[in-house]
C-alpha cells in the first residue's frame, strides 16, 4: 500500500469525546502559572487552562507538592511534562492524575537549548518512536487523557511525510488528542523567541492533518489572535489554543463564554473580576507569595478603560515593595473607571 492509500485508510468519522478543547491557553514558561490560571478562570469559566512545562526530573527529585500546586478553581486545567523516559513520563503523569489535573501533556515542541539538553522538547519530532513509547506508557499508567504538543517539523525534517509518520506513532499509541503549533522549529540558529514568529505559519498544514487522521482530535496553534479566527477554525479541528494573545489582552478570555462554547452568562466585569481575585491574593500572600509574582499577571485587567495606565504604574511601582498586600490592587484600582 502507497504512502497515500494509507492515509485515505485513516479516513474516520469524527468521534471526539471527553474534554471540550475548542479553546485552551497554551503552556507558557514563566507566564502561566497558578496564580495567572486562578485569574484566567474569573473570566472564562469554560477555556481549558495548561501548566506551565514541568520536567519529570524536577518532579521525581525536587519539591513535587510545589510544582503540582493548584487551586481546584483553576479546572478544567492540564499538566504539561518534558521528558523523554517511558517509565518517568508514567510516574510523573500518576502522580499528576493524583493531584486533580484532567490531562497529562507531553511537550515535543519547545525548542531551547535547555529543553535540546535534557533530550525533550522539539528535538523529539526526530524520534517518533520514543514519543509513542512515552504516550503507550502514560495511557497505561492514567486514566485521564493523555496528548502530545508539537510543532509541523524541525530543521530539515520538515516534509509532511515525516509529520505523517511522527502522528502516526503517536496515535497507534494511544494518544487522546495532537495539539500542533503551525510552525516548524529550527534547533540551531533561532532563539526560542524567534521561533515563535520566523518560521512562517502553515494553518493548511493543521487543516491537512487533520483531514488524513480524522478520527484523532487535533488543536491547532500559533499566531491566533482573535476569537473570531479561533471560531473559523472550529469547524475543521477540535479546538483551538491561544497563547500570548490571550495572556496580554486577558478580556479575549471573557468573550470566550459567549462566542466559542455558547454559554449566555454575561461577563464580568473588570472590578467584579477584581473583587473575587482579591481573596485569592490574600490566601496567596498568607502562604508566602511575593505580590508582585501575582501582579505582574493582571496588568491588562483594565485594559482599555480610563485610568487603565495609572493602574498598570501603581503595580508596578507598588507591588514589589516589602510587605506589598492587597491594599496596592484596591488603591490602584480607584484610578480606573
Given amino acids: 500500500m502507497d504512502q497515500g492509500d494509507s492515509r485515505n485508510s485513516r479516513l ?20 502561566t502559572d497558578r496564580h495567572f490560571r486562578y485569574f484566567a478562570r474569573l473570566l472564562s469559566r469554560h477555556t481549558l487552562l495548561y501548566t506551565e512545562m514541568v520536567t519529570t526530573g524536577a518532579l521525581i ?42 490531562e497529562i ?11 535540546q539538553n535534557g533530550r525533550f522538547g522539539a528535538c523529539l519530532m526526530a524520534e517518533p518512536a520514543v514519543v509513542a513509547d512515552c504516550v503507550a506508557a502514560m495511557k497505561a499508567a492514567v486514566s485521564v487523557p493523555v496528548t502530545v504538543k508539537t510543532r509541523i517539523g524541525i530543521d530539515e525534517r520538515d516534509s509532511y511525510d515525516a509529520l505523517v509518520d511522527f502522528t502516526d506513532a503517536v496515535a497507534r499509541a494511544g494518544c487522546d488528542a495532537l495539539i500542533v503549533h503551525a510552525r516548524k522549529a529550527w534547533l540551531q540558529g533561532l532563539s526560542p523567541r524567534e521561533n515563535r ?43 483551538v489554543m491561544i497563547g500570548r494573545a490571550a495572556y496580554h489582552n486577558p478580556w479575549l478570555l471573557a468573550d470566550a463564554d459567549r462566542v466559542i462554547f455558547s454559554d449566555p452568562t454575561p461577563p464580568p466585569t ?29 496588568l491588562g485587567l483594565f485594559q482599555g478603560r480610563p485610568g487603565a495606565r495609572r493602574w498598570r504604574r501603581h503595580l508596578s511601582e507598588q507591588a514589589h515593595r516589602p510587605g506589598a498586600g492587597v491594599e496596592v490592587l484596591l488603591d490602584a484600582a480607584r484610578w480606573v473607571r
Wanted: glycine share 8%; proline share 8%; aromatic share 6%.
Fill in 12 to 31: 474516520e468519522p469524527k468521534l471526539w469525546s471527553g474534554l471540550d478543547r475548542r479553546l485552551s491557553v497554551a503552556p507558557m514558561m514563566d507566564w
Fill in 105 to 115: 501533556n507531553m511537550n515535543v515542541g519547545c525548542p531551547s537549548d535547555r529543553v
Fill in 61 to 102: 527529585h525536587g519539591d513535587t507538592a510545589r510544582f503540582l500546586r493548584h487551586d481546584p478553581a483553576e479546572h478544567p486545567v492540564a499538566l504539561q511534562l518534558g521528558g523523554s523516559e517511558p517509565a518517568e513520563m508514567a510516574r510523573c503523569a500518576r502522580l499528576g492524575e493524583e493531584a486533580g489535573f484532567c
Fill in 197 to 239: 514568529d520566523v518560521p512562517p505559519l502553515r494553518h493548511d498544514v493543521v487543516l491537512r492533518l487533520q483531514a488524513d487522521f480524522a478520527a484523532l482530535p487535533m488543536v491547532i496553534n500559533g499566531g491566533i489572535q482573535t476569537l473570531a479566527q479561533a471560531a473559523d477554525f472550529l469547524d475543521r479541528l477540535a479546538g
Fill in 270 to 298: 473588570p472590578h467584579e473580576v477584581l473583587d473575587a481575585f482579591v481573596p485569592y491574593v490574600e490566601r496567596a500572600l498568607a502562604a508566602g507569595a511575593p505580590l508582585n509574582g501575582i501582579t505582574r499577571h493582571i
